[in-house]
Nanobody, 118 residues
Framework: QVQLVESGGGLVQAGGSLRLSCSASGRTFSPYAMGWFRRAPGKEREFVARIIWNRSTTFYADSVKGRFTISRDNAKNTVYLQMNSLKSDDTAVYYC???????????WGQGTQVTVSS
């Protein structure tokens, strides 16, 4: 069973930056991919970014492309989300997730709140 714990959320002014971290624990951790999702108030959860663990291939939602960067540290079993040029629309609870196979997210963190003030 993989456990994911996010950290790094907080309150930031528009135009500012935050870096989220997601640490994974478990007997063996070798995911196919790790991803970040978010849920804004009153909205459905949406995909933000993902990274293929062993290839570092990344993919982003159009809404964050050019502003957010996903990366990982294999040795620490940690995935990061660097968020720059934050907008009020980025306000949401951010969740990390892991997948063992493509297109199937099977483990989720508890979420971390990001609030961007305008």
């Amino acid at each position: 069973q993989v456990q994911l714990v996010e950290s790094g959320g907080g309150l930031v002014q528009a135009g500012g930056s935050l870096r989220l971290s997601c640490s994974a624990s478990g007997r063996t951790f070798s995911p196919y991919a790790m991803g970040w999702f978010r849920r804004a108030p009153g909205k459905e959860r949406e995909f933000v970014a993902r990274i293929i663990w062993n290839r570092s291939t990344t993919f982003y939602a159009d809404s964050v492309k050019g502003r957010f960067t996903i990366s990982r540290d294999n040795a620490k079993n940690t995935v990061y989300l660097q968020m720059n040029s934050l907008k009020s629309d980025d306000t949401a609870v951010y969740y990390c997730a892991s997948s063992k196979v493509p297109a199937s997210w099977d483990s989720w963190g508890q979420g971390t709140q990001v609030t961007v003030s305008s």
